[in-house]
């Protein structure tokens, strides 16, 4: 497992490469709560993705992406909020070793 750096912000969008993929995250608020796209190789993997404590992102191994994400509540089990992104709530890679 490895921790995703984010930010206390509404909406943010980060390039990195976790397992030699190069990933695009988006993460951003809607009226209904914090949802996620993710990308690899500039292809859309999930978009759309309500973001809920200790849930998947992913979910689906033929989607090409070796490991997965979530979001985790380090100080109960609420669903993360933007204001405690980076803090409170992490959002996790988790590697196929992990899943």
Avoid: H, W
């Avoid at 990933?23 to 292809?43: E, I, K, R």
């Avoid at 090409?64 to 709530?89: N, W």
């Amino acid at each position: 497992m490895r921790s995703v750096p984010l930010n206390a912000v509404p909406s943010q969008t980060l390039s990195l490469t976790l397992n030699n993929q190069p990933l695009q995250l988006s993460v951003y608020t809607l009226a209904t709560g914090l949802f996620m796209d993710v990308a690899l190789n500039n292809a859309p993997v999930v978009s759309g993705v309500p973001c809920l404590n200790n849930n998947k992102i992913v979910r689906e191994a033929y989607s090409g992406l070796i490991g997965d994400f979530m979001f985790t509540d380090t100080q109960g089990d609420s669903d993360p909020e933007y204001s405690g992104l980076g803090t409170r709530y992490q959002l996790i890679y988790l590697e196929a070793t992990d899943l």
